[in-house]
């Protein structure tokens, strides 16, 4: 395979791992923190109730929550690191801080029935590198947009019994931009630097199922599952920026692509040993072993040499299943009005060393959280901190690795949310964690 093969390689995986980092795969852009309350306890909402954005954990939440509740959250993402290629030198990776809104809702209609509709986004972020540095040509700069609607019905509990099934409608954009290397430009050709820029959206469309049984009122047990969404992408848009010797080898085009999202499941156990405090432990388990290659096809195609044209480009990944590790706690007083929250977060990195890359440099993550929270009536705001910890990766020496080098990241996340119930019924709340 030569190097321009290689080139052209490189950018288009890259592609895929800026638009389609699932949300199981919970490092690069992956955005798991849903709200205050929530990442302050490390995620470990599985079972918690409480909260309308407990849902995007599992949706059988809602059923533990009385009345109508609205809740606008959000988190600021400020990512630092730095990558140390094979070859010598230390290069430093970070971006403004970033901002990513969400809103969920519930109504408890009844004793037995509940509803929801939440909206989130799962997949984000950015990452910038310096101009010119050694592996432009496989990120320069990368940004994604995205949002997923999620509406949930909830029946139950019946017996300490929940069942809820909800509908994900998942959306895409991504604007990406990265060097080609192409050797030296013709003698008397313009003084450009060959670039790629690659645009396109798309929507994919799932289901989601959340399981809840409270056999007493100090344990509740939960379970969730989030299916497999197919992204297929059919109007992707690449610009060539390339001197004009080059052109008809590089033309402006569309691509296509399909990605086939790995499942996601998660089970969890909430315990009141005493009266406001609750502490729960989680597990997730993502089938990344659905993904084991990656297919682009181009419409007009890329010229690589004399009789050579790539039309389609197969990447080989053949990722292994991650599991991450969740411990939460909170602690309420003050007649309920006012509570301090804690965790700590195990992650587990999916990606063989021939793949990891500095689009999505991968190791294994700690987490440790902090939060609190105050109610008065019926408005609330709770606040969390969590710095993401990227355990240092040496690829240094694999030489089937796109660029071997070391990695070390550490991204700070601030969390917060905004929220208000009532009972238009007047209902009286029954919830155990309240």
Not at 15 to 41: D, K, R, T
Not at 54 to 66: D, G, T, V
Not at 259 to 277: C, K, M, Q, T
Not at 389 to 405: G, K, Q
Request: with cysteine.
């Amino acid at each position: 395979m030569n190097a321009r093969f290689k080139t052209i390689g490189a950018w288009t995986l890259s592609l895929w791992m800026v638009l389609f980092c699932n949300s199981a795969w919970a490092n690069g852009f992956f955005i798991q923190e849903m709200s205050g309350s929530g990442m302050a306890q490390a995620g470990a909402v599985v079972a918690a109730g409480d909260k309308p954005s407990n849902a995007f954990q599992n949706a059988a939440n809602i059923a533990f929550i009385e009345g109508l509740h609205f809740e606008l959250a959000g988190t600021t993402y400020i990512p630092t690191g730095t990558l140390e290629p094979a070859t010598g030198g230390k290069e430093n990776v970070g971006s403004d801080p970033i901002f990513v809104p969400h809103f969920f809702s519930s109504w408890k209609l009844n004793d037995w029935l509940a509803v929801g509709v939440a909206e989130f986004t799962e997949f984000g972020l950015s990452t910038t590198w310096p101009d010119g540095w050694e592996g432009a040509h496989l990120v320069e700069r990368s940004g994604l947009n995205s949002f997923t609607i999620n509406p949930n019905v909830a029946f139950g509990p019946f017996e300490g019994f929940v069942v809820a099934v909800g509908f994900d409608a998942k959306w895409g954009q991504v604007d990406i931009k990265r060097s080609l290397t192409l050797g030296l430009n013709p003698a008397g050709s313009e003084d450009i630097s060959n670039r790629v820029r690659m645009v396109g959206s798309t929507w994919g469309f799932g289901g989601n199922l959340g399981l809840m049984y409270q056999p007493a009122e100090w344990v509740r047990i939960g379970a969730a599952y989030r299916s497999t969404i197919k992204m297929k992408m059919t109007d992707g848009k690449a610009d060539f920026t390339v001197v004009p010797q080059f052109a008809s080898r590089f033309p402006d085009q569309n691509f296509d692509a399909d990605i086939d999202l790995p499942h996601l499941v998660s089970a969890g156990v909430r315990f009141w040993p005493f009266e406001g405090f609750s502490v729960e432990l989680d597990a997730w388990y993502t089938v990344w072993s659905v993904y084991d290659k990656l297919v682009f096809n181009f419409d007009k195609g890329l010229v690589l040499g004399p009789n050579k044209v790539l039309t389609t480009q197969t990447e080989v990944k053949d990722y292994h299943d991650a599991v991450q590790v969740r411990l939460g706690a909170e602690y309420k007083f003050y007649d309920d009005h006012l509570a301090v929250r804690g965790g700590f977060l195990y992650d587990g990195n999916p990606a063989p060393d021939d793949t990891v890359d500095p689009m999505m440099p991968d190791s294994d993550r700690i987490m440790p959280t902090i939060g609190f929270g105050a109610e008065w009536y019926g408005f609330y705001v709770d606040l969390g901190y969590m710095p993401v910890i990227s355990l240092p990766r040496d690829v240094s020496d694999n030489e089937d690795n796109p660029l071997p080098a070391k990695f070390a990241f550490v991204t700070h996340d601030f969390s917060f949310s905004i929220g208000y119930h009532f009972d238009p019924f007047g209902s009286k709340d029954s919830s155990t964690s309240d």
